[in-house]
């Protein structure tokens, strides 16, 4: 089973993990300094949620970013404000399932990869 598939007790071949492509948590080494730059992929990101801040796509585009630059709090707030502002979007869910499984909150990611779930159904 995939980490985040262990931890929600979900088979991997469940349709969730099959739909958004859930891989679980790998390591990806130190990020690369072009992501840190001014100009990069994460001021894009910050700036568009500037620019949308009520655009659940951008936000958890945002977190995303955050959370593989290592930026954990950050990531996970915006997370948080992903599902709050489409909380029936599935896929909300499931990143903030993710970065919550990155920083050791199993029991927070289990339920909302189950959440997750439900909102596919």
């Given amino acids: 089973m995939r980490p985040l598939a262990a931890v929600a007790g979900v088979a991997p071949e469940s349709q969730l993990f099959r739909i958004l492509g859930i891989t679980g948590i790998t390591s990806f080494g130190p990020p690369p300094t072009r992501m840190n730059r001014p100009g990069s992929v994460t001021d894009s990101f910050q700036r568009a949620v500037e620019l949308e801040p009520g655009n659940p796509e951008t936000v958890r585009m945002a977190a ?22 489409d909380p029936l979007n599935a896929e909300s869910w499931e990143f903030r399932g993710e970065t919550e499984f990155s920083i050791g909150q199993l029991v ?6 189950k959440k997750a779930l439900e909102r596919l159904n």
């Avoid at 995303?64 to 502002?85: C, H, K, N, P, T």
């Fill in 64 to 85: 995303f970013s955050a959370e593989m630059l290592g930026r954990f709090d950050e990531a996970l707030q915006l997370d948080r404000r992903a599902v709050e502002l």
């Fill in 108 to 113: 927070e990611a289990a339920a909302d990869g």
